[in-house]
T-cell receptor, first 114, second 114 residues
Framework: EAGVTQSPTHLIKTRGQQATLRCSPI?????VYWYQQALGLGLQFLLW???????NRGNFPPRFSGRQFPNYSSELNVNALELEDSALYLC?????????????FGSGTQLSVL | AQSVTQLGSHVSVSEGALVLLRCNYS??????LFWYVQYPNQGLQLLLK??????LVKGINGFEAEFKKSETSFHLTKPSAHMSDAAEYFC????????????FGGGTRVLVKP
């Protein structure tokens, strides 16, 4: 069974540009979560999507946005990139209705903003 | 709001020695608690979780954790460290009001000395 896949693995952008990160959840999972892991800041919750809808949002500015597609894959978009957006972005998925079940994480996209 | 505090961002242990990673949480409702491990250049992998029932939880790779409500703690232990345990460990609490959203502690990086 394929796990959570993220692409690209590495992404290099310059300040002011836009970045698009992609995530494919485990087959059968309908919930997708995005986390930012910046150096020294731990894992910060970004967004939660379920059944195509944004269900919850972390304390991030509006230039962080995303969407979930009918096949439950997801995109995270970061506009007007800033140097401090450099981080590992992790995507996780879980199955529908599985409250408090474990999340399955992808290996992440390392975003570097120059 | 929920929060997690991990005492010690870095821990160094000798091979064969006890591993003890501390985690304290804050939650207004009975918590569901997790420990995740992150190996270099990888995503997060679930070590163990506490939901209800027995307060001593056994996980993979010989790790276990004990939920102590009176101390609001969920410390992770392993009797004998192995070189392969070198990784970063994250304690997390789930937010029932937000599905499976996890709030993570800052992480503890474990170094195992031969």
């Amino acid at each position: 069974e394929a796990g959570v896949t993220q692409s690209p693995t590495h992404l290099i952008k310059t300040r002011g540009q836009q970045a698009t990160l992609r995530c494919s959840p485990i087959s059968g999972h309908t919930s997708v979560y995005w986390y930012q892991q910046a150096l020294g800041l731990g894992l910060q919750f970004l967004l939660w999507y379920d059944e195509g809808e944004e269900r919850n949002r972390g304390n991030f500015p509006p230039r962080f946005s995303g969407r979930q597609f009918p096949n439950y894959s997801s995109e995270l978009n970061v506009n007007a990139l800033e140097l401090e957006d450099s981080a590992l972005y992790l995507c996780a998925s879980s199955s529908r209705g599985a409250t408090n079940e474990k999340l399955f994480f992808g290996s992440g996209t390392q975003l570097s903003v120059l | 709001a929920q929060s997690v505090t991990q005492l010690g961002s870095h821990v160094s242990v000798s091979e064969g020695a006890l591993v003890l990673l501390r985690c304290n949480y804050s939650s207004s409702v009975p918590p569901y608690l997790f420990w995740y491990v992150q190996y270099p250049n990888q995503g997060l992998q679930l070590l163990l979780k506490y939901t209800t029932g027995a307060t001593l939880v056994k996980g993979i790779n010989g790790f276990e954790a004990e939920f102590k409500k009176s101390e609001t703690s969920f410390h992770l232990t392993k009797p004998s460290a192995h070189m392969s345990d070198a990784a970063e460990y994250f304690c997390a609490v789930s937010d029932k009001a937000a599905g499976n959203k996890l709030t993570f502690g800052g992480g503890t990086r474990v170094l195992v000395k031969p």
